[in-house]
């Protein structure tokens, strides 16, 4: 049981976010910074708002709760829609998620957010990203190979192929450089341990830690 005295679960979505309190009270608001304040304004000074892990969405949220000391908490939706079904409720509607995640918060204990599972969430996104990336560089240099064995019989098609794959590479430097940056700040005694086993390089050791940390911290992962 957590112990705030008024507990509100979100449900965000692009446009806007759905709230409904331990009073079964729903309100809407728009997902955007005026939204944010306003949501923020009608809170209690012991409210706990609970949200659940959804992308970029729930991000920018949560970090400004979070800045104005507001309690925050983000949870794992595999565990919010076990608890529905537990429930057995065959409704679907942005105010009965909200209403779901609300009553989740209230019989479970909810991990407090903190500034750090936003910059871990961060390493997550890059990753993904950089393995998009990574994906897209194979597939160029693939239909690169295959353009070198026909004799390069377009060269601007093997130009605009040269181009794209440096292009990429550019990003995927851009997104490590992020990543070495965050997890520096953060583990950085940990990043050198890591780094001392032999043959472990410095981009597969940032990765064992962020993923590492991420397998403890579940509702990040989604």
Same mark, same amino acid.
């Given at each position: 049981? +957590?112990?705030?005295?008024?507990?509100?679960?979100?449900?965000?979505?692009?446009?806007?976010?759905?709230?409904?309190?331990?009073?079964?009270?729903? *309100?809407?608001?728009?997902?955007?910074?005026?939204?944010?304040?306003?949501?923020?304004?009608?809170?209690?000074?012991?409210?706990?708002?609970?949200?659940?892990?959804?992308?970029?969405?729930?991000?920018?949220?949560?970090?400004?709760?979070?800045?104005? +000391?507001?309690?925050?908490?983000?949870?794992?939706?595999?565990?919010?829609?076990?608890?529905?079904?537990?429930?057995? *409720?065959?409704?679907?509607?942005?105010?009965?998620?909200?209403?779901?995640?609300?009553?989740?918060?209230?019989? +479970?204990?909810?991990?407090?957010?903190?500034?750090?599972?936003?910059?871990?969430?961060?390493?997550?996104?890059? %990753?993904?990203?950089?393995? %998009?990336?990574?994906?897209?560089?194979? =597939?160029?240099?693939?239909?690169?190979?295959?353009?070198?064995?026909?004799?390069?019989?377009?060269?601007?098609?093997?130009?605009?192929?040269?181009?794209?794959?440096?292009?990429?590479?550019?990003?995927?430097?851009?997104?490590?450089?992020?990543?070495?940056?965050?997890?520096?700040?953060?583990?950085?005694?940990?990043?050198?341990?890591?780094?001392?086993?032999?043959?472990?390089?410095?981009?597969?050791? %940032?990765?064992?830690?962020?993923?590492?940390? =991420?397998?403890?911290?579940?509702?990040?992962?989604?």
């Amino acid at each position: 049981m +957590n112990k705030c005295k008024q507990i509100y679960g979100v449900d965000i979505s692009k446009n806007v976010f759905d709230v409904v309190d331990s009073k079964e009270i729903h *309100s809407q608001f728009k997902n955007d910074g005026k939204g944010f304040k306003a949501f923020h304004k009608a809170l209690p000074a012991d409210a706990l708002v609970v949200m659940e892990a959804t992308g970029y969405y729930h991000y920018r949220l949560a970090q400004f709760l979070y800045e104005k +000391n507001v309690n925050v908490s983000v949870v794992n939706p595999l565990s919010v829609k076990r608890f529905i079904q537990m429930k057995l *409720s065959k409704v679907k509607t942005d105010k009965s998620d909200a209403k779901a995640i609300c009553e989740y918060a209230t019989v +479970n204990e909810v991990p407090p957010y903190t500034a750090k599972d936003k910059n871990q969430a961060e390493c997550l996104q890059l %990753i993904r990203l950089i393995d %998009i990336y990574l994906k897209q560089t194979t =597939a160029l240099k693939n239909k690169l190979h295959g353009e070198k064995t026909l004799g390069k019989p377009s060269k601007t098609v093997y130009h605009s192929l040269n181009r794209s794959l440096k292009a990429v590479q550019k990003e995927i430097k851009i997104l490590e450089d992020r990543l070495t940056e965050i997890v520096k700040e953060e583990q950085q005694k940990q990043l050198t341990l890591v780094k001392s086993i032999p043959g472990l390089g410095n981009k597969t050791a %940032i990765m064992l830690i962020v993923l590492t940390y =991420a397998a403890h911290q579940p509702h990040l992962l989604t």
